[in-house]
């Protein structure tokens, strides 16, 4: 007697994370794929892919993805020296660190490297983490804050239900954030 395996029909995406040095890229990772955080920085040496597997998405309908998850550590990408790092993505998150405005300001950066690989529709969420560390602030200035942060992200991208305000740490939007991008390439 055979057992047969039943055929698994199983959606598979591939999102890669594109940022600065620091700004989290694997934090989020961690935080969306493992549940961990770690307060400690070390450095992403090379490329490293991470796997979320059977993510419910949309959320209670019984369809699961298999999502890879594709770190890079910056000084390898300021190096360029990895195409092959876009192929087959279906999704990108680009990350800045509201702490540091200048990081929010390459995404402009990102998103034109990303143009000269990636040809075709995909989706894609700006996450500004590490929000946790501004958050304390009296409610008004924070607003305001937040505001001039999202000044700094290229015109074009400046669509409020792609950018997402995230803390790795206290894992706030992480969920959101993906699942945004999910919207946008599973239909
Ligand atoms: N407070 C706070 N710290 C964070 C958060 N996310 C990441 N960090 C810290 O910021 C530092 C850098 O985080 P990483 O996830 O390693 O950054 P990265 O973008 O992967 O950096 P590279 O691998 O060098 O490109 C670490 O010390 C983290 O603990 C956050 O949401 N809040
Ligand atoms: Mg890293």
């Known amino acids: 007697m055979f057992h047969f395996v039943r055929a698994i029909e199983e959606k598979q995406v591939k999102i890669i994370f594109l940022g600065d040095d620091k700004v989290g890229k694997t934090s989020i990772i961690r935080r969306f794929a493992e549940n961990i955080f770690r307060e400690r920085?070390?450095?992403?040496?090379?490329?490293?892919?991470?796997?979320?597997?059977?993510?419910?998405?949309?959320?209670?309908s019984n369809q699961k993805i298999l999502i890879y998850l594709w770190d890079i550590g910056a000084q390898e990408l300021y190096e360029l020296v990895r195409p092959d790092y876009y192929v087959g993505v279906s999704g990108?998150?680009?990350?800045?660190?509201?702490?540091?405005?200048?990081?929010?300001?390459?995404?402009?950066?990102w998103a034109n490297e990303v143009k000269q690989h990636v040809k075709y529709p995909h989706g894609?969420?700006?996450?500004?983490?590490?929000?946790?560390?501004?958050?304390?602030?009296?409610?008004?200035?924070t607003k305001r804050r937040r505001e001039a942060l999202l000044e700094l992200i290229p015109e074009k991208m400046r669509d409020s239900?792609?950018?997402?305000?995230?803390?790795?740490?206290?894992?706030?939007?992480?969920?959101e954030l993906i699942d945004c991008v999910l919207s946008q390439i599973i239909k």
């Not at 920085?41 to 209670?60: C, H, R, S």
């Not at 998150?93 to 402009?108: A, H, S």
């Open 161 to 175: 239900e792609k950018i997402f305000f995230t803390s790795a740490k206290n894992d706030l939007q992480i969920i």
């Open 41 to 60: 920085y070390k450095p992403t040496l090379g490329v490293q892919v991470f796997t979320k597997e059977n993510y419910e998405y949309p959320a209670n």
């Open 124 to 141: 894609w969420a700006v996450a500004l983490n590490k929000i946790d560390l501004i958050g304390e602030e009296e409610k008004k200035t």
């Open 92 to 109: 990108i998150v680009f990350v800045g660190d509201v702490t540091r405005p200048e990081t929010i300001e390459r995404i402009r950066h």
